[in-house]
């Protein structure tokens, strides 16, 4: 077509690029999902919104779910698999921990959801240490073909906030329990540390390993705030990885807050329905040559140049 410029062809052929980019990569996400149970699960609205913010990710790590039972987390996942023409691609799973905490009130679990076309669930376990945690990561380890790096161990935290600094810490004996029983040291931690604000300090970084030792990288800024609410502006949501095999996998400048209020237009009141805090994200690297994941997508473009 004779109208159109060769900038104008540039521009076009690298926003197709950079979206195929992002297609074949993997997006692992966490969520504080305060409280969701069967109540919350069954509000329609809020359902919706939750499944449209899950349904962007392959893993999701879902944390301070009260549902022993298991019907809100089966109510969720019924809605991501309704097949409406977002998700009717994606089959999803989930796993969870048993119940955790140190009163009847204040029980809570770990899920994990993830898209069974994506990723395979290749191991579970419940590390045990009542001294060290209030609710024990529940660790689980993935394996994707359509990743750079082909197998990851997940593990999860909610931090009790008055000890946060030694709960922190303590995820590097997990570090060395999971890395040494799957001999796998491709190992991220996510969660609602509460590591920001006046849970953890400046200071409180000498006590802990995960700091202190240069082989772990924190993904989420200490800066960036992971809350919905005005009232506070904390990094209390974070992502951790150990390795440079692990990092290098990893899509630079991926590891962000997904504010979806101002993604899917949604009032404060909409958000604060689901949580007060909002989602964190990552995407891996993926396996494929980036022109060949182009490819088909880069030949309908140059078929509409030439026409």
């Given at each position: 077509?004779?109208?159109?410029?060769?900038?104008?062809?540039?521009?076009?052929?690298?926003?197709?690029l950079?979206?195929?980019?992002?297609?074949?990569?993997l997006?692992?996400?966490?969520?504080?999902?305060?409280?969701?149970?069967?109540?919350?699960?069954s509000?329609?609205?809020?359902?919706?919104?939750?499944?449209?913010?899950?349904?962007?990710c392959?893993?999701?790590?879902l944390?301070?779910?009260?549902?022993?039972?298991?019907?809100?987390?089966?109510?969720?996942?019924?809605?991501?698999?309704?097949?409406?023409?977002r998700?009717?691609?994606?089959?999803?799973?989930?796993?969870?921990s048993?119940?955790?905490?140190?009163?009847?009130?204040?029980?809570?679990?770990?899920?994990?959801?993830?898209?069974?076309?994506?990723?395979?669930?290749?191991?579970?376990?419940?590390?045990?240490s009542?001294q060290?945690?209030?609710?024990?990561?529940?660790?689980?380890?993935?394996?994707?073909?359509?990743?750079?790096?082909k197998?990851?161990?997940?593990?999860?935290?909610?931090?009790?906030?008055s000890n946060?600094?030694?709960?922190?810490d303590?995820l590097?004996?997990v570090?060395?329990?999971?890395?040494?029983?799957?001999n796998?040291k491709?190992?991220?931690?996510?969660?609602?540390f509460?590591?920001?604000c006046?849970?953890?300090?400046?200071?409180?970084?000498?006590?802990?390993r995960?700091?202190?030792?240069?082989?772990?990288?924190?993904?989420?800024?200490?800066?960036?705030?992971?809350?919905?609410?005005d009232?506070?502006?904390?990094?209390?949501?974070?992502?951790?990885v150990?390795g440079?095999p692990?990092?290098?996998?990893?899509?630079?400048?991926?590891?962000?807050?997904?504010?979806?209020?101002?993604?899917?237009?949604?009032?404060k009141?909409?958000?604060?329905?689901?949580?007060?805090?909002?989602?964190?994200?990552?995407?891996?690297?993926?396996?494929?040559?980036?022109l060949?994941?182009?490819?088909?997508?880069?030949?309908?473009?140059?078929?509409?140049?030439?026409?």
């Amino acid at each position: 077509m004779r109208g159109r410029s060769p900038l104008l062809h540039l521009l076009v052929a690298v926003f197709i690029l950079s979206v195929c980019r992002a297609a074949a990569e993997l997006r692992i996400c966490s969520y504080n999902v305060q409280n969701f149970n069967l109540q919350k699960a069954s509000n329609y609205r809020l359902i919706h919104t939750l499944t449209r913010v899950l349904g962007r990710c392959d893993v999701s790590l879902l944390q301070h779910v009260v549902d022993s039972g298991g019907e809100a987390i089966n109510k969720l996942l019924a809605a991501l698999n309704r097949g409406t023409d977002r998700y009717d691609d994606f089959t999803y799973k989930s796993v969870s921990s048993q119940s955790m905490g140190r009163s009847p009130a204040d029980m809570q679990q770990y899920v994990f959801i993830y898209r069974t076309e994506t990723v395979n669930l290749t191991g579970q376990y419940q590390y045990s240490s009542k001294q060290s945690f209030v609710r024990e990561p529940f660790v689980v380890q993935f394996q994707s073909n359509r990743t750079a790096i082909k197998q990851f161990v997940l593990v999860p935290l909610h931090t009790e906030p008055s000890n946060a600094v030694h709960e922190i810490d303590r995820l590097y004996d997990v570090f060395q329990e999971v890395s040494k029983k799957w001999n796998n040291k491709n190992v991220m931690f996510l969660g609602d540390f509460h590591a920001s604000c006046a849970y953890v300090t400046r200071k409180d970084r000498k006590n802990i390993r995960l700091y202190k030792n240069s082989n772990f990288s924190w993904l989420i800024g200490d800066k960036v705030d992971t809350t919905v609410t005005d009232a506070t502006n904390c990094a209390y949501d974070r992502i951790v990885v150990h390795g440079e095999p692990f990092l290098k996998a990893i899509t630079p400048f991926s590891a962000k807050v997904f504010n979806f209020a101002k993604e899917f237009k949604l009032s404060k009141t909409r958000v604060l329905e689901v949580s007060d805090h909002f989602p964190i994200e990552v995407r891996l690297k993926s396996s494929a040559p980036f022109l060949l994941q182009a490819t088909p997508l880069l030949l309908l473009l140059f078929s509409w140049i030439v026409l």
